[in-house]
Nanobody, 124 residues
């Protein structure tokens, strides 16, 4: 069974940066596509970014040019580098996985494994 553990969240001022990490275990990491979603209180779950096993990436328009998703298959870890953070980026960020080499999808139901999430708070 896949397990995902996120870290790196915290409180940052607008314009600042954070790097989230997600450690994957339980299966062969290189066989999975990975992504980040976020959810703010009272809002729907929102797609942020995804990366396939070979490294193809896709971003939500709201974060394009500010966030970068990357993966290290040797460390079974996916990262989300977040720069120029804005108050509207405040949310719980969750790492997710799909058992597919080439999937690039922003649909939550396509992802079978979800982490517990890490809180990101951006102050104005």
């Amino acid at each position: 069974q896949v397990q995902l553990v996120e870290s790196g969240g915290g409180l940052v001022q607008a314009g600042g940066s954070l790097r989230l990490s997600c450690v994957f275990s339980g299966r062969a990491f290189s066989s999975y596509g990975m992504a980040w979603f976020r959810q703010a209180p009272g809002n729907e779950r929102e797609f942020v970014a995804t990366i396939s096993s070979p490294g193809a990436v896709y971003y939500a328009d709201s974060v394009k040019g500010r966030f970068t998703i990357a993966r290290d298959n040797a460390k079974n870890t996916v990262y989300l580098q977040m720069n120029n953070l804005k108050p509207e980026d405040t949310a719980v960020y969750s790492c997710v996985a799909v058992h597919s080499l080439f999937a690039i999808t922003s649909i939550p139901s396509d992802y079978a494994a979800w982490g517990q999430g890490t809180q990101v708070t951006v102050s104005a």
